[in-house]
């Protein structure tokens, strides 16, 4: 058989099994860049705007998804997040058991596109969507310009 001709058993085919190794780098882009560093610098969370559709974006990014055009108008995003959905974490990306268990929620903001995932800092029972959240975030000094720079959003 050849590799064009169709198969539903891909063991037919010619195979040595091993490892590769594959070490990925991704950068923050930057947009990505911009927004860690006044999270980092300010303590803001930055949201970028398209001046044609009026669409605000969060994350921020370079263009706008509906028309393509450059998003310059930059400004912080003010008012609580919001939280969609939840859910708890008992072990970790091992498989560990975590010595408590941990909320995770994705959240949103009134009038801008996207969002993020993080932490929450509340009892699993207490987070549900709908609630009004805030970020926390280290002392300056410990900031780093990434996202765990917020240590969770809490109530
Ligand atoms: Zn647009």
Redesign the pocket.
């Known amino acids: 058989m050849t590799f064009l001709e169709r198969t539903t058993k891909p063991d037919r085919f010619r195979a040595w099994k091993g490892d590769m190794e594959a070490d990925y780098r991704y950068t923050s882009g930057v947009a990505g860049e911009r927004f860690f560093t006044a999270l980092r610098d300010t303590g803001k969370l930055l949201a970028a705007r ?1 001046p ?2 009026d ?1 605000r974006y969060l994350p921020p990014r370079m263009y ?1 998804e ?2 393509f ?1 450059p998003l310059a108008d930059w400004s912080a995003v003010d008012g609580p997040a919001t939280v969609e959905t939840v859910t708890v974490v008992h072990v970790d990306a091992k498989g560990t058991p975590l010595p408590a268990p941990q909320v995770w929620a994705i959240l949103r903001w009134k009038g801008i596109r996207g969002g993020l995932v993080h932490r929450l800092a509340t009892a699993p029972e207490r987070a549900k969507p709908g609630l009004a959240v805030r970020p926390v975030l280290r002392p300056r000094p410990e900031r780093v310009g990434n996202i765990t720079d917020i240590l969770h959003f809490a109530p």
């Open positions: 398209c044609s559709c669409i706008c509906d028309c055009g």
